[in-house]
């Protein structure tokens, strides 16, 4: 019965309530719509960084006088239980002739199997026999190269067999603007070591125990290689976006705490004006705490009905972002958007609490003879 | 067995710029089951007495007792109690709960007091019908005449069978037919249950309901009138 007292009095006041009402969903649908999205540009960009996961990247260590990997180092690691590919790559920034056009193009020496692994052609079939190259998406665009096409290499002419998909970001090799070429071919156009090696692991678990060994079988002595693992990189990011997320939120927020002040503000007039009821109710046998209870009852109910209306709305607000900004939807059908509806609803509903505390906190200190006497 | 009990009880109030000292000094007992009229002209005190009877204020001054308990020595949450279980209220403004029902409004003083809704219910429609109300009880206060309204706030002061009835100008805002019929059920009250009465009034047509009137003027006792 004290909801059905609760409810009455919003009732008496429907307009008043309604607008409560309204701030608060407002409120509770910008908090949850951009946590929903925020989880979806965070998906959408890791979903890039999927396959390099379990990569492990090694460099040389240059303050310790290293400027390239050695041979019996890369056996070293690819004798480690674990590891499925250790890929040595060798780079150099090489002078590249096409028709009129001259250019400085990153080139990559890589094994054909590896290659394969890695990236898919967009065009043309993926093939590093002698005089034959692959080249990435951007450069074939940029220097409008074709499967069959006749590039120079320092001086040395090589086939284009395959043009590859256009990769997003990676960290490793980025491919879009480079020629890669096979091990002989670069060896006899380049004189430079290898400048990295990626370290492939069978499993994700697998990861922290390559690196510890690597770490106690090359660098016992003294750190030779920089060991980096991909999966802590992507950590990084990932909290950098939790970060991103937790900020908008707290901005989207804000509307919340000008929903919980407007409450604050209707309730406190509504004790006012019911002093005189209250008055009477204690003359009655209401205890203190059941005018708190009833003022905070009807603050919870406001609560309620805004965060259900705001959760149900920021999931199609949600959507409705992840539609305008990532072209897709359905990120925003995922587990943590569950976790969204609830913090806005619980968030929307202790905000209407909390502000509803003390306007019932102060109609339940009247008392009652005054507030009996109040016109 | 004496149900009420006055000490010397005086009262002031204390505004910013000046004091008012409503009550001087008055002493006097009620039996269970006295009818106790308190006559007087506006502004003698009346209200204030009866505030002091009721627990709802403390005097500044003297001792009230309501079955030999001192309420100047209770705490807020006990003089609630005491009110809710030993005494009914009846207001000239009838002071019902506009959003609620008049079953609603009956019901109230049980809802205080944790009664189960069934029984509540029960009891609300019994006190209801014994008012003549069976057919309002749905009915919100301002689909009420005021007569009828006034029997709801009977009907709510009885909820939990106190043993005390306060009435403030109960017939003040009525016409002399209606006012007639509310002091009437008022007087059954304390004939067949036996509920005290204690009822402050300025309307001397009203001294026939009483088995005791005390006149009151300026604060102070000026006459006390056994008509029974
Ligand atoms: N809260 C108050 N503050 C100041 N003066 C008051 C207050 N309540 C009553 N009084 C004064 O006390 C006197 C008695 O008032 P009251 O008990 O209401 O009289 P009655 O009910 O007989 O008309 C009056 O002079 C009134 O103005
Ligand atoms: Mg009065």
């Not at chain 1, 719509?33 to 890791?46: N, R, T």
Request: with cysteine; charged share 25%; glycine share 8%.
């Amino acid at each position: 019965m004290y909801i059905d007292i609760a409810r009455r009095n919003l009732e008496r006041a429907k307009i008043r309530s309604v607008l409560a009402v309204v701030g608060i969903f407002i409120g509770v649908m910008a908090v949850g719509a951009i946590g929903i999205f925020g989880e979806s540009l965070k998906v959408a960009v890791m979903q890039n960084f999927e396959d390099v996961a379990n990569e492990i990247v090694v460099y040389p260590n240059p303050q310790q006088g290293y400027s390239y990997v050695e041979d019996r180092d890369i056996r070293t690691i690819e004798k480690i239980p674990g590891v499925k590919s250790a890929i040595a790559l060798r780079s150099d920034a090489l002078s590249l002739e096409f028709k009129n056009k001259k250019i400085i193009a990153t080139v990559y020496a890589m094994d054909e199997k590896n290659l394969k692994e890695m990236f898919e052609a967009d065009k043309g079939s993926i093939k590093l026999s002698s005089g034959s190259c692959v080249v990435g998406k951007r450069l074939a665009d940029f220097l409008s190269l074709k499967i069959g096409s006749k590039i120079t290499l320092e001086g040395r002419e090589l086939k284009v067999a395959a043009i590859l998909k256009d990769v997003g970001a990676r960290f490793d090799i980025n491919p879009n603007f480079a020629v890669l070429v096979s091990e002989d071919d670069f060896k006899k156009i380049s004189g430079s070591e290898v400048s990295m090696v990626i370290v492939k692991a069978e499993s994700l678990e697998d990861v922290p125990e390559i690196k510890k060994a690597i770490e106690e079988r090359i660098n016992k002595k003294e750190e030779k290689l920089i060991v980096v693992e991909m999966k802590m990189i992507l950590q990084t990011i990932e909290n950098a976006f939790g970060q991103i997320n937790l900020f908008l939120m707290a901005i989207a927020a804000i509307s919340l705490l000008v929903a919980g002040v407007s409450i604050l503000n209707i309730m406190l007039m509504s004790t006012i004006e019911r002093t005189k009821e209250i008055g009477v109710m204690r003359a009655i046998g209401a205890q203190r705490s059941t005018i708190l209870k009833i003022f905070i009852t009807e603050a919870a109910i406001l609560g309620l009905i805004g965060s259900m209306i705001g959760s149900a709305l920021s999931l199609v607000g949600g959507i409705l972002i992840d539609y305008a900004i990532l072209q897709d939807w359905s990120y925003a059908l995922q587990p943590s958007t569950v976790f969204y509806i609830i913090l806005g609803l619980s968030v929307g509903i202790s905000t209407a609490i909390f502000s509803g505390l003390y306007p019932a906190w102060k109609a339940s200190k009247l008392e009652p003879i005054e507030a009996l006497r109040y016109e | 067995m004496k149900i009420i009990e006055l000490i010397d009880v005086q009262k002031i109030y204390k505004t910013q710029y000046y004091e008012v000292h409503a009550l001087r000094g008055i002493s006097f007992d009620v039996e269970k089951g006295d009818f106790l009229i308190i006559m007087g002209p506006s502004g003698s005190g009346k209200s204030t007495l009866l505030h002091l009877i009721g627990c709802l204020d403390k005097p500044s001054a003297g001792k009230v007792l309501i079955n030999g308990v001192e309420t100047s020595k209770l705490s807020d949450f006990e003089l609630t109690n005491l009110r809710r279980d030993n005494i009914g209220f009846i207001f000239q403004q009838y002071n019902l709960v506009s959003t609620l029902t008049a079953l609603e409004n009956v019901e109230l003083p049980m809802l205080f007091k944790g009664t189960p809704k069934n029984l509540r219910q029960k009891r609300a429609k019994e006190l209801l019908e014994l008012v003549g109300l069976e057919k309002e009880i749905d009915r919100r206060p301002n689909e009420l005449s005021g007569g009828q309204q006034q029997r709801v706030a009977i009907a709510r002061a009885l909820a939990n069978s106190p043993s005390v009835l306060l009435c403030d100008e109960p017939t003040g805002n009525l016409d002399s037919k209606t006012g007639e019929q509310i002091m009437k059920i008022i007087r059954d009250l304390n004939e067949e249950k036996g509920v005290t009465v204690v009822l402050v009034t300025h309307d001397v047509n009203l001294k026939k309901f009483g088995d005791t009137v005390i006149h009151l003027r300026d604060g102070k006792i000026q006459e006390v009138e056994h008509v029974h």
